[in-house]
Protein backbone atom coordinates (compact mmCIF):
# COMPACT_ATOMS: atom_id res chain seq x y z
CA UNK A 1 0.00 0.00 0.00
CA UNK A 2 1.08 3.77 -0.27
CA UNK A 3 0.98 5.14 2.74
CA UNK A 4 1.13 9.07 3.39
CA UNK A 5 1.93 10.58 6.97
CA UNK A 6 0.99 13.58 7.90
CA UNK A 7 3.68 15.13 10.61
CA UNK A 8 5.20 11.67 12.62
CA UNK A 9 8.34 12.79 13.22
CA UNK A 10 8.40 12.29 17.26
CA UNK A 11 7.89 9.68 19.03
CA UNK A 12 4.91 7.50 17.86
CA UNK A 13 5.51 8.50 14.38
CA UNK A 14 8.95 6.74 14.29
CA UNK A 15 7.06 3.84 15.39
CA UNK A 16 4.70 3.59 12.87
CA UNK A 17 6.82 4.55 10.50
CA UNK A 18 9.16 1.42 11.26
CA UNK A 19 6.26 -0.97 11.72
CA UNK A 20 4.90 0.01 7.87
CA UNK A 21 8.00 -0.22 6.57
CA UNK A 22 8.33 -3.74 7.99
CA UNK A 23 5.64 -4.92 6.21
CA UNK A 24 6.88 -3.78 2.91
CA UNK A 25 4.18 -0.37 2.60
CA UNK A 26 5.51 2.41 0.72
CA UNK A 27 5.28 5.33 2.68
CA UNK A 28 6.34 9.18 2.22
CA UNK A 29 6.29 11.41 5.08
CA UNK A 30 5.18 15.29 4.96
CA UNK A 31 6.27 17.65 8.00
CA UNK A 32 8.51 20.58 8.28
CA UNK A 33 11.34 18.84 8.96
CA UNK A 34 12.40 20.67 11.76
CA UNK A 35 12.98 17.24 14.19
CA UNK A 36 14.60 14.96 11.12
CA UNK A 37 14.61 15.62 7.47
CA UNK A 38 15.49 12.59 5.99
CA UNK A 39 13.74 9.25 6.73
CA UNK A 40 15.92 5.59 5.30
CA UNK A 41 13.28 3.58 2.59
CA UNK A 42 10.75 6.45 3.13
CA UNK A 43 9.97 9.19 0.38
CA UNK A 44 10.37 12.80 2.40
CA UNK A 45 8.88 15.90 1.48
CA UNK A 46 9.42 18.81 3.50
CA UNK A 47 6.49 21.46 3.76
CA UNK A 48 4.23 23.20 6.23
CA UNK A 49 0.55 21.88 5.91
CA UNK A 50 -0.17 25.64 6.63
CA UNK A 51 1.02 26.26 3.52
CA UNK A 52 -1.08 23.64 1.74
CA UNK A 53 0.28 20.18 0.56
CA UNK A 54 1.92 20.07 -2.81
CA UNK A 55 1.36 16.91 -3.48
CA UNK A 56 -0.12 15.26 -6.87
CA UNK A 57 0.14 11.56 -5.98
CA UNK A 58 -2.59 9.70 -4.93
CA UNK A 59 -2.26 7.27 -1.78
CA UNK A 60 -4.30 4.30 -0.50
CA UNK A 61 -4.30 5.66 3.35
CA UNK A 62 -3.19 9.09 4.71
CA UNK A 63 -2.36 9.25 8.32
CA UNK A 64 -2.79 12.70 9.63
CA UNK A 65 -0.71 12.75 13.02
CA UNK A 66 -1.05 16.42 13.45
CA UNK A 67 -4.53 17.74 12.94
CA UNK A 68 -5.38 20.24 15.96
CA UNK A 69 -8.24 22.43 13.72
CA UNK A 70 -10.64 22.17 11.63
CA UNK A 71 -8.33 24.18 8.94
CA UNK A 72 -6.27 21.66 9.21
CA UNK A 73 -8.48 18.88 8.48
CA UNK A 74 -10.16 20.49 5.43
CA UNK A 75 -7.20 21.98 4.09
CA UNK A 76 -5.72 17.93 3.59
CA UNK A 77 -8.78 16.54 2.66
CA UNK A 78 -9.12 19.23 -0.23
CA UNK A 79 -5.66 18.79 -1.39
CA UNK A 80 -4.94 15.22 -0.85
CA UNK A 81 -5.75 11.99 -3.32
CA UNK A 82 -6.41 8.89 -1.16
CA UNK A 83 -9.00 6.48 -0.57
CA UNK A 84 -9.02 6.16 3.04
CA UNK A 85 -8.32 8.82 5.84
CA UNK A 86 -6.89 8.13 9.73
CA UNK A 87 -7.48 10.93 11.80
CA UNK A 88 -5.04 10.65 15.30
CA UNK A 89 -7.84 12.31 17.39
CA UNK A 90 -7.83 11.82 21.66
CA UNK A 91 -10.12 10.64 24.02
CA UNK A 92 -9.90 13.86 25.25
CA UNK A 93 -12.66 15.17 22.58
CA UNK A 94 -15.27 13.24 24.36
CA UNK A 95 -18.37 16.12 26.03
CA UNK A 96 -17.05 15.62 30.60
CA UNK A 97 -19.41 13.00 31.83
CA UNK A 98 -20.19 11.74 34.92
CA UNK A 99 -20.47 8.44 33.21
CA UNK A 100 -17.78 5.72 32.76
CA UNK A 101 -16.12 4.11 30.67
CA UNK A 102 -16.44 6.42 27.83
CA UNK A 103 -17.08 4.36 24.58
CA UNK A 104 -17.22 5.28 20.86
CA UNK A 105 -20.96 6.45 21.02
CA UNK A 106 -20.36 8.99 24.05
CA UNK A 107 -20.80 12.48 22.60
CA UNK A 108 -17.97 14.25 21.56
CA UNK A 109 -18.41 18.06 23.57
CA UNK A 110 -16.49 20.39 25.94
CA UNK A 111 -14.44 19.48 28.59
CA UNK A 112 -12.65 22.36 30.22
CA UNK A 113 -10.14 20.40 31.51
CA UNK A 114 -8.51 19.90 27.99
CA UNK A 115 -9.40 23.43 26.80
CA UNK A 116 -8.46 24.20 23.28
CA UNK A 117 -6.66 20.92 22.18
CA UNK A 118 -10.55 19.71 23.22
CA UNK A 119 -12.05 21.95 21.33
CA UNK A 120 -10.15 21.52 18.34
CA UNK A 121 -9.61 17.89 17.89
CA UNK A 122 -13.31 18.24 18.60
CA UNK A 123 -13.73 20.46 15.53
CA UNK A 124 -11.65 17.69 12.98
CA UNK A 125 -13.38 15.54 13.64
CA UNK A 126 -17.29 17.16 13.08
CA UNK A 127 -15.31 17.81 9.41
CA UNK A 128 -14.44 14.48 9.18
CA UNK A 129 -18.27 13.41 10.00
CA UNK A 130 -19.37 15.97 7.35
CA UNK A 131 -17.19 15.46 4.82
CA UNK A 132 -18.92 12.15 3.16
CA UNK A 133 -14.98 10.60 2.78
CA UNK A 134 -13.90 7.06 4.36
CA UNK A 135 -11.93 7.63 7.47
CA UNK A 136 -11.17 6.63 10.82
CA UNK A 137 -10.51 8.44 14.34
CA UNK A 138 -8.50 6.85 16.74
CA UNK A 139 -9.06 7.91 20.38
CA UNK A 140 -6.27 7.26 22.31
CA UNK A 141 -6.16 8.20 26.33
CA UNK A 142 -2.66 8.87 27.83
CA UNK A 143 0.53 7.65 25.43
CA UNK A 144 3.09 5.85 27.40
CA UNK A 145 6.57 4.86 26.08
CA UNK A 146 10.17 4.83 26.03
CA UNK A 147 11.50 8.08 25.04
CA UNK A 148 8.13 10.30 25.35
CA UNK A 149 8.03 13.01 23.72
CA UNK A 150 5.76 14.72 26.62
CA UNK A 151 7.74 14.77 30.03
CA UNK A 152 5.86 11.91 31.55
CA UNK A 153 7.16 8.93 32.74
CA UNK A 154 10.69 10.72 32.99
CA UNK A 155 8.99 13.31 35.24
CA UNK A 156 8.05 10.82 37.76
CA UNK A 157 10.89 8.75 37.68
CA UNK A 158 13.26 11.26 37.76
CA UNK A 159 11.94 12.77 40.87
CA UNK A 160 12.04 9.15 42.80
CA UNK A 161 15.07 9.16 42.32
CA UNK A 162 15.74 12.13 43.27
CA UNK A 163 14.02 12.28 46.31
CA UNK A 164 12.15 15.56 45.11
CA UNK A 165 8.36 15.30 46.03
CA UNK A 166 6.02 14.52 43.59
CA UNK A 167 2.44 17.26 43.80
CA UNK A 168 -0.08 15.28 42.80
CA UNK A 169 -3.67 17.48 42.07
CA UNK A 170 -6.45 16.86 44.29
CA UNK A 171 -6.43 13.58 45.98
CA UNK A 172 -4.82 11.81 43.70
CA UNK A 173 -8.05 8.85 43.78
CA UNK A 174 -8.96 9.66 39.77
CA UNK A 175 -9.20 6.72 37.64
CA UNK A 176 -7.34 7.20 34.81
CA UNK A 177 -6.32 5.10 31.85
CA UNK A 178 -3.04 5.00 29.81
CA UNK A 179 -1.65 3.35 26.46
CA UNK A 180 1.84 2.56 25.01
CA UNK A 181 2.91 3.62 22.16
CA UNK A 182 3.37 -0.18 20.52
CA UNK A 183 -0.43 -0.69 20.83
CA UNK A 184 -1.33 2.87 19.11
CA UNK A 185 0.83 1.95 16.31
CA UNK A 186 -0.51 -1.53 16.22
CA UNK A 187 -3.72 0.15 16.25
CA UNK A 188 -3.10 2.82 13.49
CA UNK A 189 -1.86 0.06 11.68
CA UNK A 190 -4.95 -2.11 11.72
CA UNK A 191 -6.97 0.08 10.55
CA UNK A 192 -4.98 1.50 7.63
CA UNK A 193 -4.63 -1.93 6.22
CA UNK A 194 -7.93 -2.98 6.49
CA UNK A 195 -9.13 0.41 6.03
CA UNK A 196 -11.66 -0.07 8.90
CA UNK A 197 -14.26 3.26 9.11
CA UNK A 198 -15.36 4.50 12.41
CA UNK A 199 -14.10 5.88 15.62
CA UNK A 200 -11.78 3.67 18.16
CA UNK A 201 -11.01 4.17 21.78
CA UNK A 202 -7.32 3.46 22.65
CA UNK A 203 -6.40 2.63 25.86
CA UNK A 204 -5.30 -0.51 28.20
CA UNK A 205 -7.55 -2.69 30.14
CA UNK A 206 -6.63 -1.85 33.08
CA UNK A 207 -7.05 1.86 34.72
CA UNK A 208 -5.28 3.08 37.51
CA UNK A 209 -5.24 6.03 40.51
CA UNK A 210 -2.71 8.30 40.26
CA UNK A 211 -1.80 7.57 43.89
CA UNK A 212 -1.23 4.09 42.78
CA UNK A 213 0.30 4.75 39.45
CA UNK A 214 3.59 6.31 41.59
CA UNK A 215 3.39 3.95 44.19
CA UNK A 216 4.09 1.21 41.12
CA UNK A 217 6.69 3.33 39.21
CA UNK A 218 8.05 3.65 42.52
CA UNK A 219 8.99 0.05 43.08
CA UNK A 220 10.18 -0.18 39.94
CA UNK A 221 12.88 2.33 40.93
CA UNK A 222 13.26 0.54 44.46
CA UNK A 223 12.38 3.56 46.06
CA UNK A 224 9.54 4.88 48.05
CA UNK A 225 8.27 8.27 46.15
CA UNK A 226 7.43 11.36 48.71
CA UNK A 227 3.71 12.32 47.91
CA UNK A 228 2.33 15.69 48.45
CA UNK A 229 -1.17 16.65 47.22
CA UNK A 230 -2.04 19.73 45.73
CA UNK A 231 -6.19 20.33 46.40
CA UNK A 232 -6.57 23.67 44.25
CA UNK A 233 -4.80 21.54 41.33
CA UNK A 234 -7.70 19.07 41.10
CA UNK A 235 -10.29 18.42 38.20
CA UNK A 236 -9.78 21.71 35.36
CA UNK A 237 -7.38 23.52 37.50
CA UNK A 238 -4.63 20.75 36.83
CA UNK A 239 -1.34 22.56 36.80
CA UNK A 240 1.03 20.43 34.37
CA UNK A 241 3.75 22.00 35.62
CA UNK A 242 3.38 20.11 39.67
CA UNK A 243 2.66 16.29 38.02
CA UNK A 244 2.00 15.36 34.31
CA UNK A 245 -1.48 13.51 34.89
CA UNK A 246 -4.95 15.65 36.27
CA UNK A 247 -6.81 13.99 39.14
CA UNK A 248 -9.94 13.75 36.20
CA UNK A 249 -11.57 10.36 35.73
CA UNK A 250 -10.85 9.33 32.50
CA UNK A 251 -11.43 5.96 31.73
CA UNK A 252 -12.42 4.63 27.98
CA UNK A 253 -13.61 1.31 26.57
CA UNK A 254 -11.38 -0.56 24.05
CA UNK A 255 -14.05 -3.30 23.56
CA UNK A 256 -13.97 -2.47 19.58
CA UNK A 257 -10.51 -3.07 19.25
CA UNK A 258 -10.23 -6.07 21.56
CA UNK A 259 -12.77 -7.37 19.45
CA UNK A 260 -10.44 -6.87 16.41
CA UNK A 261 -8.09 -8.62 18.09
CA UNK A 262 -5.94 -6.08 19.58
CA UNK A 263 -3.91 -7.35 22.69
CA UNK A 264 -3.56 -4.47 25.26
CA UNK A 265 -0.20 -4.55 26.49
CA UNK A 266 -1.28 -4.49 31.03
CA UNK A 267 -0.20 -1.37 32.20
CA UNK A 268 2.45 -2.86 34.75
CA UNK A 269 3.83 -5.09 32.56
CA UNK A 270 4.47 -1.99 30.09
CA UNK A 271 6.33 0.42 32.76
CA UNK A 272 8.42 -2.42 33.70
CA UNK A 273 9.57 -2.85 30.23
CA UNK A 274 10.24 0.39 29.77
CA UNK A 275 11.85 1.11 32.88
CA UNK A 276 14.24 -1.43 32.01
CA UNK A 277 14.86 -0.61 29.09
CA UNK A 278 14.55 2.79 28.66
CA UNK A 279 13.80 4.56 31.82
CA UNK A 280 16.21 3.58 34.20
CA UNK A 281 19.32 4.49 31.73
CA UNK A 282 18.10 8.39 31.90
Not at 44 to 66: A, L, Q, T, W
Not at 100 to 113: N, V
Not at 199 to 206: E, G, L, M, S, V
Not at 257 to 279: V, W
Request: contains cysteine.
Amino acid sequence: MKILIIGGSRFLGPIIIKKLLEKGHEVTVFNRGRTQDSYDDVNFIKGDRNDGFPISEKFDVVIDMCAYFAEHTQRAMEDLNFDFFIHMSTAASYKKSQSFPLTEESPLGPWPLWGEYNEGKVQCEKVLEDSGIEYASIRPVYILGANNSLDREHFIYSRIKQGIPLVLPGDGKASVHFVFAEDVADCIMLLAEKKLPGAYNCACDDPITLNDLVMEMGKLVGQDPIINYNPEADGENFNISEFPFANETFVCSNEKFRKLGIKFTPLIAGLKEDYKNYYSRI
